[in-house]
């Protein structure tokens, strides 16, 4: 009988105590990724949370302009270069995480195979910032023209600059 | 079997030449970061570094070069260097800043240029690429700067307005805040705001920040923003919509119907937008019970003057049709736009009735988060009572 009541108890507390390491657990808003303190070139960045469905994200760490965003486990969201402060928002508050975006200015020459003009060029911006894009022919400065993220343009000349705008 | 081993030998040849004038004709260059910014106290030596990328196959040849004010005063670690294919270089600086910088932003430009060596193939252009340094010296006293940011939002929501104060000066700055003036597209005032105040240490950025409910029509509306420190004001103003542009349909008639003859459709729709809608047009498809696509008939396209209704008309020819009832789609069409209604249509002998569904609306996901929240919570429960219980009559017995 004694044996029979130690039994009882075992199982009683053990199931008590998983239940409720469980239930904590699932409480806990938990944030994965990104890491804190990340710094990356990429602008669509990864966010993985748990136990929560909304992230808040703000450029400044009292979150007084802050963007509610609704994700279910995970959502990749585009971020402008720049410093971002995120947390999640669950039965409480996580721990607040910062994340970079460096800007990158990078640009890309294509020679046009099949045109005539010896000097033109697809110009691409493959960088993550708006630039400026100044063309030289022999030194000589004949224009200026911008261009986002990924926009491209044909242009004739011998000495491409880009910088950010 | 020799005719084979050519044909392979110029297929290599080809796919190689091929590589070849890819990679020459293709030169990019890159640069992180775009800007670094140097806040200046006094005169002293400053510190940076770049990080330049060559995302190419071929190795880069490269020279740089500072643009600016104080590019005397730069020292560049390498002014000359060479990139392997595909790799990184970290390159550093220093700025021996003088002391007497006048206020305000001084520009500096670092240009990666290739270098003429580099040329090779059919590529007979240079790619440069520009990270920017920006000196920024405190103006003396009190100055700062503002940016007003407005997140537009739907009917009746909460918009919220935000903004960005650097203090610019040398000076801290005390009980800054900001009224804010709502406007509606005819000039009238329909709302004024204020913010929370906040004080912002000399070379810091803080934001203010208020929020309006939007009990308004829909429309466009610019916020102008007065920003207040001591006795300075810095006038802001900006443009920002209530609502999408929504047209609604409230009724679908088709009046003198005959089966087999030529119906007309009258559309009465609602433009709740507090602007006109150029060019809208309704669009109805009309599916049988295979959901097969029967029939898609526009009506042509009017202008609706702001919060006000128009009727729009487009005819279907209904020879061949039996009568039932038919699945269909109409939308209301305007520039890129569209509004879209589910209805039926019963067809009759003698009539056409459209059967409203409502707008189809997207749910949102249950939260099963917490639906197993709730599981949890009522299984401890029922295991706190059942070791009580089993407590009590294990004392109980014990006793006994």
């Not at chain 1, 990749?76 to 971002?84: N, Q, R, V």
Request: charged share 20%; hydrophobic share 40%; glycine share 6%.
């Amino acid at each position: 009988m004694a044996k029979l009541k130690y039994i009882i108890d075992v199982v009683l507390i053990s199931c008590s105590v998983i239940v409720a390491l469980l239930f904590f657990n699932n409480i806990n808003p938990m944030a994965i990724a990104p890491l804190n303190n990340q710094e990356t070139n990429n602008t669509n960045v990864l966010f993985e949370i748990r136990n929560a469905d909304y992230i808040l994200i703000d450029d400044n760490i009292e979150f007084s302009s802050p963007e509610k965003v609704f994700l279910e486990d995970s959502l990749e969201i585009k971020l402008s270069p720049g410093t971002y402060y995120w947390k999640i928002l669950g039965e409480k508050d996580s721990e607040v995480r910062k994340i970079t975006i460096l800007s990158r200015v990078d640009l890309t020459l294509r020679k046009q195979v099949n045109s005539s003009d010896d000097s033109s060029y697809e110009v691409v911006n493959s960088g993550n910032e708006n630039l400026n894009v100044d063309v030289y022919d022999q030194e000589l400065f004949t224009q200026s023209f911008t261009l986002s993220p990924s926009g491209e343009v044909i242009a004739n000349g011998t000495k491409f600059v880009g910088g950010k705008i | 079997m020799s005719n084979i081993k050519l044909t392979s030998k110029i297929f290599l040849a080809c796919v190689a030449l091929t590589i070849f004038i890819l990679i020459a004709n293709v030169s990019a260059l890159g640069v992180t970061p775009g800007r670094k910014i140097i806040d200046f106290s006094s005169a002293q030596e400053k510190e940076g570094s770049f990080k330049i990328i060559n995302s190419e196959n071929r190795q880069l040849n490269l020279q740089i070069s500072v643009k600016g004010d104080l590019a005397s005063s730069f020292v560049i670690a390498e002014q000359s260097l060479s990139i392997e294919a595909g790799q990184e270089k970290d390159v550093s600086y220093k700025i021996n800043l003088p002391a007497d910088l006048s206020p305000g932003t001084h520009v500096q430009e670092i240009t990666i240029l290739e270098r003429a060596d580099n040329q090779e193939g059919s590529i007979s252009a240079f790619v440069g690429v520009v990270t920017q340094v920006y000196v920024k010296v405190p103006y003396p006293g009190k100055y700062a700067e503002a940016e007003l940011n407005i997140e537009s939002a739907e009917l009746a929501q909460e918009v919220s307005f935000a903004i960005a104060v650097s203090n610019l000066g040398q000076e801290d700055l005390k009980d800054v805040g900001a009224q804010i003036e709502i406007y509606n597209s005819n000039g009238e005032k329909v709302a004024v705001i204020s913010t929370n105040k906040i004080s912002v240490v000399a070379g810091e950025k803080k934001e203010l920040a208020s929020s309006w409910k939007a009990d308004v029509t829909a429309g466009l509306y610019s916020a102008k923003a007065s920003v207040s420190y001591g006795a300075n004001a810095i006038p802001l103003e900006k443009a920002f919509s209530i609502g999408e542009q929504v047209l609604d349909l409230n009724s679908v008639i088709v009046k003198d119907f005959s089966l087999g003859g030529i119906a007309k459709f009258e559309m009465d729709v609602q433009n709740k937008w507090g602007e006109d809608i150029k060019t809208v047009y309704s669009q109805t498809n009309v599916f049988d019970k295979n959901n097969k696509l029967i029939v898609d008939f526009k009506s042509p396209a009017e202008d609706i003057a702001a919060l006000s209704n128009r009727t729009l008309f487009s005819y279907w020819d209904t020879e061949g049709l039996s009568k039932g009832v038919y699945d269909a789609v109409i939308y209301l069409r305007y520039g890129e736009k569209f509004s879209k209604k589910s209805v039926q249509f019963e067809v009759d002998s003698n009539s056409l009735r459209a059967i409203g569904l409502g707008y189809v609306i997207s749910g949102s996901g249950k939260n099963s988060s917490s639906n197993l929240n709730s599981f949890l919570i009522i299984i401890i429960i029922v295991l706190v009572l059942l070791n009580l219980l089993w407590f009590i009559i294990f004392r109980k017995r014990a006793k006994k």
